[in-house]
Each structure stands twice: as structure tokens, then as C-alpha cells.
């Protein structure tokens, strides 16, 4: 089955640290997404990428870096300068710009601080 | 900057009832609107796009209805059953880049 597969499903990270989380995706699609979502919030942009070797901030970038080396592959780093990062992280994926498709979403990662 | 907005932010109701969910934004420039489900930590699956150009779209007890002029959106489960129960988020896409601005959402709960 087609599908966007994120882990860990939970991370903790220390002091100074940085942390990857990984988002990999078969659907074949062109555009993948960061959303980072707070309790009782809704979701908000951090990162996406329409095609491999691009990819734009959202409206939550500082503390977040990515790349995009692979079509299927979009990982997100949460560096030591996010300094409030424990939230449940979400990667989706669409067909490209555009497409008025429905973006398809992982289950997630729930990062927390040590 | 598009904001928006969903009233109530939580629901209950007895099953059978029709569900009416509500959605408002700020901006009527849209390019389309969808409607996603969530359950407890769990990531989004999409239930029903409605792009500018319509008024509506349909899919099995789930209607959407889109009125750009009033910024307003509303979702419509017809007969709610307990297995309904979740988190419904709306989403606006500004331009044909996908990027999306959600609402907080409606937690659902239908009671047997």
C-alpha cells in the first residue's frame, strides 16, 4: 500500500542537541510538507518542497532545517536553536503544484525534551 | 495573513444526529478547502477538497459546503455514529503551492 511512513514515532531530545526526524513517502508524489501541531492548535508550516533540491520556509522555520536529496525522502532536523520543540510533528505529501489533490499525511512523531 | 477559525471547539452529540461543523476564514482569495479527520495521536486523513471554483462536494454521509463570499465552509455528517468520534480540522490553500492554514478544529464525541 502507497503511503507516507514517519519515525520514530517518539523522540526525546536532550539539551544542545539536534534531532532528525524522518518522513519518506511511495505515492510518487512531487510536493512534501512540516507541519508542527501544538495542543488544542491547529497545525502550522514549518518546511515544504515541490521538487527535489528545493524546498521553502513556512511560517515557522527558525530552529528547523531540511533537505530534499531524494523525491521520496524529505527529513527535518530540529536543531539545538528551536528552543521550545515538543509538539507532534506531521509530513504530508500531494501530487505537486497545482494538482488540487488532498495532501496525505503520516502518523507522525511526537518529539519531547529530556 | 489568512486566519482561520472553528466554532465550537468541541461537540457532543447523541448517535443518530446529524453533525454540523463549521469553518470560517478571513480571506475569500482561495484556491480550495478541505476537510480532515484526526483521532487521538494519530496523523490527518483528508475527507472531502472542495476546490474555489464549487459550491460542494459529497462523499457517501459526509457533505461540504463552501461560500467564499462569506468565508464560510460547513460539514455535514448525516446519521452520526460513535465511530465518527474525533477531530475534524479545516484547511485553506491560498495558492497553488498546497500550503496550508488549519483551524484549531472540533472535537467530536458521539455518544451510543
Known amino acids: 500500500d502507497g503511503g507516507i511512513t514517519q519515525s520514530p514515532k517518539y523522540l526525546f531530545r536532550k539539551e544542545g542537541q539536534n534531532v532528525t526526524l524522518s518522513c519518506e513517502q511511495n505515492l510518487n508524489h512531487d510536493a512534501m510538507y512540516w507541519y508542527r501541531q501544538d495542543p488544542g492548535q491547529g497545525l502550522r508550516l514549518i518546511y515544504y518542497?515541490?521538487?527535489?533540491?528545493?524546498?521553502q520556509k513556512g511560517d515557522i522555520a527558525e530552529g528547523y532545517s531540511v533537505s530534499r536529496e531524494k523525491k521520496e525522502s524529505f527529513p527535518l532536523t530540529v536543531t539545538s536553536a528551536q528552543k521550545n520543540p515538543t509538539a507532534f510533528y506531521l509530513c504530508?505529501?500531494?501530487?505537486?503544484?497545482?494538482?488540487?489533490?488532498?495532501?496525505?499525511f503520516g502518523d507522525g512523531t511526537r518529539l519531547s525534551i529530556l | 495573513k489568512q486566519e482561520v477559525t472553528q466554532i465550537p471547539a468541541a461537540l457532543s452529540v447523541p448517535e443518530g444526529e446529524n453533525l454540523v461543523l463549521n469553518c470560517s476564514f478571513t480571506d475569500s482569495a482561495i484556491y480550495n478547502l478541505q476537510w480532515f479527520r484526526q483521532d487521538p495521536g494519530k496523523g490527518l486523513t483528508s475527507l472531502l477538497l472542495i476546490q474555489s471554483s464549487q459550491r460542494e462536494q459529497t462523499s457517501g454521509r459526509l457533505n461540504a459546503s463552501l461560500d467564499k463570499s462569506s468565508g464560510r465552509s460547513t460539514l455535514y455528517i448525516a446519521a452520526s455514529q460513535p465511530g465518527d468520534s474525533a477531530t475534524y480540522l479545516c484547511a485553506v490553500s491560498s495558492d497553488s503551492w498546497g500550503k496550508l492554514q488549519f483551524g484549531a478544529g472540533t472535537q467530536v464525541v458521539v455518544t451510543p
Open positions: 504530508a505529501s500531494s501530487v505537486g503544484q497545482g494538482d488540487n489533490q488532498p495532501q496525505h
Open positions: 518542497s515541490q521538487i527535489v533540491n528545493d524546498f
